[in-house]
C-alpha cells in the first residue's frame, strides 16, 4: 500500500542486505519523525514533497540515513550528483580552494573563474562562445532568456516573445526581473505583456496531434505547432527566441531530430534564436557531454546547472560571443556566480566525468538498464504506457488501465515501495518514475535497483489475496 509522504507514519518493512542495501528500520524511521515534523514547522509546504528519509551521509551512489539504511541512489539528488556523491577529487577541491582564504569574489577577476570559464568555452559545442557563470539553474535559465529578449526587442520593440514547449521546466523565478524596479536598462521587459508563447511538446508516444504513432512527421509536427500560434495572432515577428529541454526532464525522450531541423531552419529564416535548457539533460547524463548533440544542432545558448558541480551550486550559460556580450559592463552577474569554492568543485567534477569517461559509462550502463526495464511494458501493458531513455536518464511512464491517464498514485506507491526495498527514489507526482542513478553507478548495483523496482510494480499490482 502506498505511504502517504505528508503522513508520517512508520510502516514496517522487511529487513534488507544486500550488497549495497541495508534497510534496517520502518520507513519513516521513527526517531527521524520529530526532525520532519520540526522541519515542517519552519519552512513552506512546498519543500515537504520527497520520501521521508533523513539524509546524512552520500557517497557514490549510497546514500545513508543515521539510523543505520542505505540506499542505492537512482535520484543522484535531484540529477545532480553526475560524478557521484562526495567524490574524493571534488572533495579535494573544495577543501584546496577554502585553505586558500578566498571565498567570495563577486565579478572581480579570480583565477578560478577563469580556469571554468576556458574549460566551458574549450567544450562547447557553439562556434566563437564565451560563458557567464551563476548558482542555480533558474538563473541560467532566465539569463538565457533575458539574452534573446534583449536580442529581439534590438530588431523590432515587439520582438520579445519566448516560445517554450508544454511539460517544460525551467525554473521558478522569471518574476524576479518582471519585479525589479529600475526602468533602464530593462524597459525590455515590457511588463504589460510578459509575452512567454507555449506549444505541445513533440511526445510521439502521446502524440499531441493524435498519430498512433512517429512517423518522420517532426516537419508537420511543427508546422502544427505553428498554425496553432498563428491561430492565436502570434507570428515570428514576436518571438525573440525558443527555449527547450533538448531532452525533457519529464519524458527522457529527445525531441525528434526532424522535428529539431524544422524548427532550427524556421528560427535561422525568421531571426529568432534558440536556447537549450541542459540544466538536467547536460553533464553527459543522456550518454552524450550536451544533450543537444542527440538533435544534431547547435544552438545560439546553453544553460547548464546541476550536474555541472555534482556538489555545490554552480550554472553557467554559454553562448554566442555576440549575444553574451549585448549586456554593458555590471549588467549581466551575480553576487555568488562563480564562487572560488564552487568552481573549483565543478571544474574537478568536469575532469572527474572526463577521465572516468562517465559520458561514455552513462551510454553504456543505461543501454543495459533500459533494456531490461523496457521487458516492463510487455509484462503489464494496461499500466505501463511507455520506457523511455537516453544514458542513465531513464523514465517508466504509467497509465490507469480505465481511462488511460497518467496513474500518478500508483508511480508514487512504486517510488515509496522501493525506498522501503532499500533504492532511493523520488516521487514525481506525474505518473511516471525517474531512474537518474549517478553516471559513476557500478552497473551491477543498478540492475539490482532495476529488478527492486519490477518486484515493487509487481508487488503493487498483485491482489493481496493472491
Ligand atoms: C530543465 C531544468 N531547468 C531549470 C531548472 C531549475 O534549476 P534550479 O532548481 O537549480 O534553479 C531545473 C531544475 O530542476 C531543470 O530541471
Excluded at 208 to 214: A, E, F, I, S, T
Excluded at 242 to 270: H, R, Y
Excluded at 400 to 414: M, N, S
Excluded at 416 to 423: P, Y
Aim: charged share 20%; proline share 7%.
Amino acid at each position: 500500500m502506498a505511504i502517504d509522504v505528508s503522513e508520517l507514519i512508520p510502516q514496517q518493512t522487511t529487513p534488507v542486505n544486500s550488497r549495497w542495501r541495508r534497510i534496517v528500520t520502518p520507513i519513516p524511521v521513527p526517531e527521524s519523525v520529530p526532525v520532519i515534523e520540526r522541519l515542517r514547522a519552519v519552512e513552506p509546504r512546498s519543500m515537504g514533497g520527497m520520501p521521508p528519509i533523513l539524509w546524512h551521509e552520500a557517497e557514490g551512489f549510497l546514500v545513508r540515513d543515521p539510523f543505520g539504511n542505505q540506499w542505492i541512489d537512482l535520484t543522484s539528488g535531484i540529477v545532480v550528483a553526475n560524478a557521484g556523491h562526495s567524490h574524493p577529487r571534488i572533495l579535494d577541491a573544495i577543501r584546496q580552494a577554502t585553505d586558500r582564504r578566498l571565498l567570495a569574489t563577486y565579478a572581480f577577476p579570480s583565477q578560478a573563474r577563469l580556469q571554468l570559464l576556458e574549460k566551458l568555452v574549450a567544450l562547447s559545442p557553439i562556434p566563437d562562445s564565451k560563458a557567464i557563470l551563476f548558482c542555480s539553474g533558474t538563473e541560467a535559465a532566465e539569463c538565457a532568456m533575458t539574452v534573446m529578449r534583449r536580442y529581439g526587442h534590438h530588431k523590432h520593440s515587439d520582438k520579445t516573445g519566448i516560445l517554450s514547449f508544454a511539460g517544460s521546466f525551467h525554473g521558478r523565478t522569471l518574476a524576479a526581473s518582471l519585479a525589479g524596479g529600475t526602468q533602464q536598462p530593462s524597459d525590455w521587459i515590457d511588463r504589460a505583456d510578459v509575452h512567454h508563447f507555449q506549444v505541445p511538446f513533440p511526445d510521439c508516444p502521446r502524440c499531441p496531434w493524435g498519430k498512433p504513432q512517429y512517423d518522420q512527421c517532426g516537419e508537420t509536427c511543427f508546422q502544427n505547432c505553428l498554425e496553432s500560434l498563428s491561430r492565436r495572432g502570434i507570428g515570428p515577428e514576436r518571438i525573440a527566441g525558443v527555449i527547450l529541454e533538448p531532452v525533457p526532464g519529464w519524458s527522457t525522450c529527445a525531441m525528434p531530430a526532424d522535428f529539431a531541423a524544422a524548427m532550427a531552419a524556421w528560427a535561422k529564416k525568421n531571426d529568432v534564436l534558440i536556447a537549450f535548457d541542459e540544466i538536467q539533460c547536460g553533464c553527459g547524463r543522456t550518454g552524450k557531454l550536451f544533450a543537444g548533440e542527440h538533435l544534431n544542432l547547435v544552438p545560439d545558448l546553453i544553460a547548464l546547472g546541476k550536474g555541472l558541480t555534482s556538489s555545490l551550486p554552480v550554472s553557467a550559460v554559454i553562448g554566442r560571443r555576440e549575444l553574451l556580450d549585448q549586456a554593458v559592463p555590471g549588467e549581466m552577474s551575480s553576487t555568488h556566480g562563480g564562487n572560488p569554492v564552487c568552481v573549483a568543485a565543478a571544474l574537478a567534477n568536469l575532469q572527474v566525468i572526463e577521465n572516468e569517461q562517465l559520458v561514455k559509462a552513462s551510454a553504456q550502463t543505461g543501454a543495459r538498464v533500459l533494456e531490461s526495464l523496457r521487458s516492463l511494458k510487455n509484462e503489464f501493458p494496461d499500466h505501463v504506457q511507455a520506457v523511455n531513455g537516453l544514458g542513465l536518464f531513464i523514465s517508466i511512464h504509467l497509465r490507469r488501465p480505465d481511462d488511460g491517464q497518467p496513474d500518478v498514485q500508483l508511480a508514487d506507491a512504486v517510488a515509496q515501495e522501493a525506498i522501503r526495498r532499500g533504492v532511493l527514489m523520488f516521487t514525481t507526482g506525474r505518473g511516471y518514475l525517474k531512474i537518474t542513478p549517478p553516471l559513476s553507478i557500478d552497473a551491477d548495483a543498478v540492475m539490482e535497483a532495476a529488478d527492486v523496482l519490477k518486484c515493487s510494480l509487481l508487488t503493487l499490482l498483485t491482489p493481496i489475496s493472491a
